[in-house]
């Protein structure tokens, strides 16, 4: 007897990519609407108050609560929440277009890199700031000064294999998780790559690098990350 196609058995995923969102109402439609076929959707609410969690379940999302404030804090429990074989990181603002995963995560899906970090390539004015680009510049110098690995981005979408990324035993919760999850991982002598993306201006005010201030803050725990 041959199986119908609505009797098959679904295929698990073959990644999961977290969006860590705050108030991100207004850009998840389009967001979660670009994630690629095979991958599923884990939308991190961080303490929303524009109804983002209820956006992200009605558009077929899982949705993970935590209410621990904190960019690391969103991003480490999606990746507790994860089952797929590689997981994905990625903003939650529509800066950065979800459909690239496939590009992005091939290497490691092949086997040839342990971690690929997608390095944002500003496609319109404005996308990205002069401050937030100063200190990501700044950042990068001092990762390679203390890891060896050239980098030219520390950008917030990045794949690995989620079993490495639980063998890292990251800590940090707050600005500084992306940076401690490239330091960690070149300690461990993990392949590291970078592929070029599409950065394109947020839909929405930024809560991190949109302002002096919110750079600021970020250099400021990744500075504590490499000390």
Not at 81 to 87: G, H, K, W, Y
Not at 169 to 175: F, V
Not at 212 to 224: F, I, L, N
């Amino acid at each position: 007897m041959t199986n119908s196609p609505s009797s098959l058995p679904a295929q698990p995923p073959l990644g999961d990519i977290v969006l860590p969102c705050l108030n991100e109402a207004a850009a998840l439609p389009w967001v979660l609407d670009r994630v690629p076929d095979g991958w599923r959707a884990v939308v991190v609410d961080n303490g929303s108050t524009d109804g983002s969690a209820e956006i992200a379940a009605r558009l077929g999302a899982h949705v993970v609560h935590e209410p621990r404030r904190g960019f690391g804090s969103a991003c480490h429990a999606g990746l507790l929440a994860a089952t797929a074989p590689l997981v994905a990181f990625c903003d939650c603002d529509a800066s950065l277009d979800p459909g690239e995963l496939p590009r992005v995560a091939a290497p490691v899906h092949a086997g040839t890199a342990d971690l690929v970090l997608a390095r944002r390539r500003p496609t319109a004015r404005g996308a990205w700031p002069l401050h937030a680009r100063l200190g990501n510049r700044a950042l990068s110098r001092m990762t390679r000064r203390r890891t060896g690995v050239r980098l030219r981005d520390l950008g917030p979408m990045r794949v690995a294999r989620r079993e490495g990324l639980l063998s890292l035993g990251l800590t940090d919760r707050r600005s500084g998780y992306p940076l401690q999850m490239v330091v960690r991982a070149a300690d461990a002598g993990w392949r590291i790559e970078e592929i070029e993306v599409a950065y394109r201006p947020r839909t929405g005010r930024s809560k991190v690098t949109g302002t002096w201030r919110g750079t600021w803050q970020a250099v400021h725990d990744m500075r504590a990350v490499l000390r």
